[in-house]
């Protein structure tokens, strides 16, 4: 059975930083292009990043861009996401996301966890 948990989310001040982690189990972690998908109160989900099986890729989204960082850990198959500069607009529920094989990045997604929470307020 696929499972990816998230964990890390929080509350955090504008400008502040947190590193999301995403713990995958149930398929071969390193065969996957995996993505960080995020949905804020109200809104559809939005597309944060993605990066390729081996790590050697990644790419990011226009709003994200130069503040996130996504990377792997294919020995503790393990994704993570570091964020820092946060803003306000980057509340949301943070969720990773497993990439059908050949769809590239984005991709399209068959499996995603439950997500953690991330609050930027003062």
């Known amino acids: 059975e696929v499972q990816l948990v998230e964990s890390g989310g929080g509350l955090v001040q504008p400008g502040g930083s947190l590193r999301l982690s995403c713990a995958a189990s149930?398929?071969?972690?390193?065969?996957?292009?995996m993505s960080w998908v995020r949905q804020a109160p109200g809104k559809g989900l939005e597309w944060v990043s993605g990066?390729?099986?081996?790590?050697?890729?990644?790419r990011y989204a226009d709003s994200v861009k130069g503040r996130f960082t996504i990377s792997r850990d294919n020995a503790k198959n393990t994704l993570y996401l570091l964020m820092n500069s946060l803003k306000p607009e980057d509340t949301a529920v943070y969720s990773c996301?497993?990439?059908?094989?050949?769809?590239?990045?984005?991709?399209?997604?068959?499996?995603w966890g439950q997500g953690t929470q991330v609050t930027v307020s003062s």
């Open positions: 990066i390729t099986s081996g790590g050697e890729s990644t």
């Open positions: 996301a497993r990439i059908i094989r050949g769809s590239g990045l984005p991709g399209k997604y068959d499996y």
């Open positions: 149930g398929f071969t972690f390193s065969s996957y292009a």
